[in-house]
């Protein structure tokens, strides 16, 4: 293959990932997948060879929300993370952390606030929201426990506000060891509540999380 095939296909890459940023952005999608093959489509490069990776456009991610509307997006991240608190204070006896996209400043004003919590049974998790009287719906959820092995947990999705959040339920010894991430491969980055509240004194310039952050 010659230097500029290569260069083309390399700028292909590069142009359906800025594209798959934004559609996740703009329309709050979560499933990588689903925006990179929504981008190949809007450009018409399914054809193009091989789709960027997740990493790739995590970092097209960052660099948007960089580039674009940084003040409101701050301001945005700050509402759903005191959202997330308000939710993690609900569900203090499962010992949440804070997951995904508004962990990593890279939520759109759709996106779910996604928690972590740990219960011996999910229906213990149920029962606290009937408790509270809040309405729910439940969910499954397929992680990788490990690289070769895939486990299904059950979760619940409900209104704190005007905010959407998804409780993930573990088992309790699950909070020693995070899933797999479908960006990078790695252990997912997991906040408690110290280190959400701690998120909220960050300047404009450390908009999106450089590093991973554990509490267990």
Known sequence: MGKNSLRGNERARTVLAQEAAR???????EDFRIAKNKAAERLGLKNCGSLPCNTEIQTAISEHLQLFGRESHLDQQCTLRRGALAAMDLLAPFKPRLVGPV??????AN????L????????????KLDAVGLRYQVYER??????????????????QGDLSVE??????????????SSING?????????????????SSSDLVIPNPIFNI
Do not use: W
């Not at 559609?23 to 709050?28: D, L, N, S, Y």
């Not at 962990?103 to 759109?108: P, R, V």
């Open 116 to 127: 972590h919590v740990f219960s011996d049974t999910a229906e213990m998790v149920a029962l």
């Open 103 to 108: 962990l990593d400043g890279t939520a759109a």
């Open 111 to 114: 996106s779910p606030i996604n």
């Open 186 to 202: 790695r252990p997912m980055r997991r906040a408690n509540h110290a280190a959400v509240r701690r998120l909220l004194t960050i």
């Open 23 to 29: 559609i996740i952005i703009e329309q709050g999608i």
């Open 142 to 159: 397929r992680l990788k426990s490990r690289r070769d092995r895939s486990e299904t947990y059950l979760g619940y999705r409900f209104q």
């Open 167 to 180: 409780a993930t339920v573990f088992p309790i010894t699950g909070i020693r060891q995070a899933p797999i």
